[in-house]
């Protein structure tokens, strides 16, 4: 089993920044692929990014290209989501999720361990 714990996130005005991590207990997380979804009010959970247990390759939702960064420090077992020039529409809980094995994926039932969520809010 994998148990993930998100952190970092709060309130922050439009343009600035935060860093969510991802803290893994349980196993390992080096084989692990990660990722990164988020929920709106209202809205499904849908997916930001991904990364492969190296670290190598990795994955975004188009509208965070060039402004979300994910990375992982496996030694820590812990995976980061560096938020840059937030907007308002960012605004939701944003969810650390893990998949024992294939490829990255944006697909949200590959994935089969998931953390608690953390609350993001961007205002305007």
């Known amino acids: 089993q994998v148990q993930l714990v998100e952190s970092g996130g709060g309130l922050v005005q439009a343009g600035g920044s935060l860093r969510l991590s991802c803290a893994a207990s349980?196993?390992?997380?080096?084989?692990?692929?990660m990722g990164w979804f988020r929920q709106a009010p209202g809205k499904e959970r849908d997916f930001v990014a991904t990364?492969?247990?190296?670290?190598?390759?990795?994955y975004y939702e188009d509208s965070v290209k060039g402004r979300f960064t994910i990375s992982r420090d496996n030694a820590k077992n812990t995976v980061y989501l560096q938020m840059n020039s937030l907007e308002p529409e960012d605004t939701a809980v944003y969810y650390c999720?893990?998949?024992?094995?294939?490829?990255?994926?944006?697909?949200?039932?590959?994935?089969?361990?998931w953390g608690q969520g953390t609350q993001v809010t961007v205002s305007s």
């Open positions: 999720a893990a998949r024992r094995a294939g490829a990255v994926t944006r697909a949200r039932a590959e994935y089969e361990y």
């Open positions: 349980g196993r390992a997380l080096g084989s692990y692929i």
């Open positions: 990364i492969s247990g190296s670290g190598l390759s990795t």
